[in-house]
C-alpha cells in the first residue's frame, strides 16, 4: 500500500513538471518557489489526512478489505503510516531534480536509503521482527527526503514554513486520535474536521489553493495568484 501511495503521488507531481520546468527555464524563481512551496502544503495536508485515516481505522481497514486472517499486520500499518509524512517532501524534491537536470540529488538520496535500510534493517529486525522493519522504512525514507531536500534547497532555497505548520498542526491535534475513547470512524471524523478547520482558520491553506491548481491544470495562467503561498 505504501509503495502505490508514492507512485501515486509521484504521478501526481509529474503532472506539474512542464509547469515547473517552464518556470524554470523563463528563470522565474520566486514563482517557481511559490508553486513548489504550494505542492509541499497540499501534499502534507493529504498525508496527515491519510495517516490519521490509517491510524483510526487500520483494525476495519484490515478486516474489511484483506479478512480477519490478517489482523496480526493491524498494529502495523500505524508505523508505515508515518512514512507516509515524508512523502511531501521526497517527492518535490524529486520532481525539482528533474527540473534542474540534478540526477544526483536522487541518486544520492537513494543509496542513502539503501544504506540506512540495510544497517537499521539488521539492528532492528532480529529484535523486533516486522514492527522493526516498519520502522526502518520509517527511518529510511526520511533520510532519503531529508538529503533530497537539502540538496535542492540549495539550489532553489524554497521555504518549507507551510510545510512545517501543517505538520505541527497535525501533531497538536492527534490526541483526538489516541486519546478519546471514541468509535474509531467518529474519532477519524472529528480528527479531519477539526484539522481543515484549523488549517483554514489559520490562512495555511484554503479555497485559493484549489483554484490554483485548476488553473495550472487547465494551463490557462501560471501567474501568481493573490493570497496564495
Known amino acids: 500500500a505504501y509503495l502505490v501511495g508514492t507512485q501515486g503521488v509521484w504521478r501526481l ?25 504550494r505542492l509541499l502544503k497540499i501534499l502534507g495536508i493529504a498525508s496527515v489526512l491519510a495517516a490519521a485515516l490509517v491510524y483510526a481505522l487500520s483494525a476495519v481497514l484490515v478486516t474489511r478489505v484483506l479478512g480477519p486472517g490478517f489482523n496480526p499486520v493491524t ?27 540534478e540526477p544526483a540529488a536522487s541518486i544520492t538520496g537513494a543509496a542513502l536509503q539503501l544504506a540506512a535500510f540495510l544497517g537499521f534493517g539488521m539492528l532492528l529486525i532480529p529484535r523486533i521482527g516486522s514492527r522493526g522493519a516498519c520502522w526502518v522504512v520509517v527511518i529510511s525514507v526520511t533520510l532519503f527526503a531529508a538529503y533530497s531536500t537539502w540538496h535542492m534547497r ?44 484549523a488549517l483554514t482558520l489559520f490562512r495555511i491553506a484554503g479555497p485559493r489553493d484549489l483554484q490554483a491548481l485548476r488553473l495550472a491544470f487547465g494551463r490557462r495562467s501560471i501567474a501568481p495568484i493573490a493570497g496564495i503561498a
Open 154 to 197: 540549495r539550489l532553489l532555497p524554497y521555504s518549507l514554513n507551510r510545510w512545517l505548520q501543517v505538520m505541527g498542526l497535525g501533531a497538536l491535534l492527534s490526541p483526538l486520535l489516541w486519546a478519546v475513547p471514541a468509535n474509531p470512524i467518529l474519532k477519524s471524523c472529528a480528527f479531519s474536521a477539526a484539522f481543515l478547520a
Open 13 to 37: 507531481l509529474t503532472a506539474f513538471g512542464p509547469l515547473l520546468s517552464s518556470l524554470h527555464a523563463r528563470n522565474e524563481l520566486a514563482e517557481l518557489e511559490i508553486w513548489v512551496g
Open 75 to 101: 498494529p502495523l500499518l500505524p508505523i508505515l503510516a508515518l512514512a507516509g509524512l515524508a512523502i511531501a517532501p521526497s517527492g518535490v524534491a524529486r520532481i525539482l531534480a528533474v527540473t534542474y537536470k
